[in-house]
């Protein structure tokens, strides 16, 4: 590939970040419905015939946050699965833990989109991008949790795919009612009883719950950091302005 493509390629992502970011800084303030794809061509600085070449509709372009959001599920269950030495019930906490604080630290935006996010991840849409990214995340999450039946860490009394939906139940629950319903104390702590929860019936051992929790940050990093800078950016733009 020419020098040319490569940077026509990187500036086509470089402008679908921002558009992204955009999005996700209006919808954050006002919620999905009240903002038009006008105002978020205005704030990401492109037109509004560039979002349209990205994103088809405003509905599209909550499908790339969609799939943006569980691109970075997808990755720290890969970071987690590549794990090899660590306790798989010592990963499961660490994946409780690192969303928990991941969404209590950007709430606003969270609770803008994220029953958006569940209907579009949830069958209403399907084969779309969102339900496609979700599918990915549990095939991965089913792998990890089958490595700890295997090992004897986790009890095989329940089938993997029983185990992977309980998850996915505690998570989704757990974040929703901290987001709709009350919020009176932090995200961090409910997630790690939903873990417990979880783990409680199935660990067979308790030596993990003594580790320090490992990380599932790296070595595959996430774009969720990557669009939160460039929002900001955006703020600060807007703030001169």
Same mark, same amino acid.
């Given at each position: ?10 500036n086509r992502a470089a402008?679908? *970040? ?23 061509? &205005? ?18 372009? +909550?499908?790339?946050?969609?799939? &943006?959001? +569980? ?37 606003? $935006? ?7 996010? @569940? ?5 209403? *849409? ?10 990915? @995340? ?24 029983? +185990? @992977?939906?309980? $998850? &996915? ?5 757990t974040i929703t009612h901290?987001?709709?319903?009350d919020a009176s104390e ?23 719950? *003594? ?5 599932? *940050? ?10 939160? &800078? ?12």
């Amino acid at each position: 590939m020419s020098g040319a493509a490569t940077t026509r390629i990187a500036n086509r992502a470089a402008q679908r *970040d921002r558009i992204l970011a955009a999005a996700r800084l209006l919808f954050s303030e006002r919620g999905p419905d009240s903002v038009t794809v006008a105002e978020v061509a &205005d704030e990401a600085g492109v037109s509004r015939a560039t979002v349209f070449n990205h994103f088809g509709s405003k509905h599209a372009l +909550l499908e790339g946050i969609t799939e &943006d959001v +569980l691109g970075d599920y997808t990755v720290i269950l890969r970071n987690a699965l590549e794990a090899e030495s660590a306790p798989v019930p010592a990963l499961i906490r660490s994946l409780f833990d690192f969303m928990g604080s991941g969404i209590e630290q950007q709430r606003q $935006f969270h609770r803008a989109v994220f029953r958006e996010i @569940a209907k579009l991840t949830l069958g209403l *849409d399907a084969g779309g991008p969102g339900q496609l990214a979700r599918q990915s @995340a549990v095939e991965l999450l089913e792998k990890l949790l089958q490595r700890g039946q295997e090992r004897g860490e986790l009890s095989n009394r329940f089938r993997t795919a029983d +185990l @992977a939906t309980a $998850f &996915d139940s505690l998570v989704f629950g757990t974040i929703t009612h901290w987001l709709y319903d009350d919020a009176s104390e932090s995200l961090g702590l409910r997630m790690a009883r939903a873990a417990e929860v979880l783990l409680g019936p199935v660990e067979s051992t308790e030596a993990s719950r *003594d580790e320090s929790l490992p990380p599932v *940050d790296t070595p595959h990093l996430t774009s969720g950091s990557r669009l939160t &800078d460039e929002a900001e950016r955006l703020r600060g733009v807007r703030k001169r302005g």
